[in-house]
Nanobody, 125 residues
Framework: QIQLVESGGGLVQAGGSLRLSCAAS????????MGWFRQAPGKERESVAA????????YYADSVKGRFTISRDNAKNTVYLQMNSLKPEDTAVYYC??????????????????WGQGTQVTVSP
C-alpha cells in the first residue's frame, strides 16, 4: 500500500495560486494512477483531477479545466496540483489518492485504495 502525504494548502485571495504536493512512499507509486479529490463542508467528495501512471493521460473536472494542472514526478514519488485563478468555491479539503487503474473519463473515489490525510485550501473573496 502507498502512503500519501499532502502539503501546500493554505489561505489565498481569489485570483491567486497554490501548488499542492503529494509525497508518496512505496514501490508501486510509479505504476499507480493518481488523483486529487476535494470535499467542502456539507458536500460530497468530488474528483478534481487525475492522471495515469505515465502522466500521459489526464482528467479534469469541468469546474477546474483551464485553471488546474495535475502532474507527477515518478523519480521523486510526488504528484502535484497547480491551482491558478482560484475562486472562493474552490475552498475545500484536498485529498491525494492512488489507484491501480482508473477510468479517466470519470474517476470514482471508490476506485482509489490509498488516501492522504488532506490539506485545507481556503480562497477568500
Amino acid at each position: 500500500q502507498i502512503q500519501l502525504v499532502e502539503s501546500g494548502g493554505g489561505l489565498v485571495q481569489a485570483g491567486g495560486s497554490l501548488r499542492l504536493s503529494c509525497a508518496a512512499s512505496g514501490r508501486t507509486f510509479s505504476s499507480s494512477a493518481m488523483g486529487w479529490f476535494r470535499q467542502a463542508p456539507g458536500k460530497e467528495r468530488e474528483s478534481v483531477a487525475a492522471l495515469s501512471w505515465s502522466g500521459a493521460n489526464t482528467y479534469y473536472a469541468d469546474s477546474v479545466k483551464g485553471r488546474f494542472t495535475i502532474s507527477r514526478d515518478n523519480a521523486k514519488n510526488t504528484v502535484y496540483l497547480q491551482m491558478n485563478s482560484l475562486k472562493p468555491e474552490d475552498t475545500a479539503v484536498y485529498y491525494c489518492a492512488a489507484a491501480k487503474t482508473i477510468n479517466l473519463n470519470g474517476p470514482r473515489a471508490r476506485d482509489f485504495g490509498s488516501w492522504g490525510q488532506g490539506t485545507q485550501v481556503t480562497v477568500s473573496p
